[in-house]
């Protein structure tokens, strides 16, 4: 799993290439607790390279939802692969999420 990180005007974009699985998914939780140390607004999380998420990759991106409503920001999910999508819908979280087709249309949604 490769993480990137890009200020954008609207807040953060942080892009996943690969998985996020029981190996690796305290890697990217530590990355994006420190994002969230910063207090930011927006969070848009890039899954266009995200291949595969775990359980664990599942709890963490619940985490990030909860702190981030928490502070009164907003975490987006955009560009998702259809089997990234299915295992959301099929978890339920497809509608716990706000779920985007890409980085413009999440912008444009207040």
Known sequence: METTVKEITEGLLISVNGRIDTTNYIEFEKVVDKLLSKKVSQIFLDCSKLNYISSSGLRVFL???RKMTKSGGHFKLIAMQPNIK???????????FSIFPDLEAAIQQE
Do not use: K, V
């Open 86 to 96: 299915e295992i959301f819908d099929i978890s339920g979280f497809s509608s716990i």
């Open 63 to 65: 985490t990030i939802l």
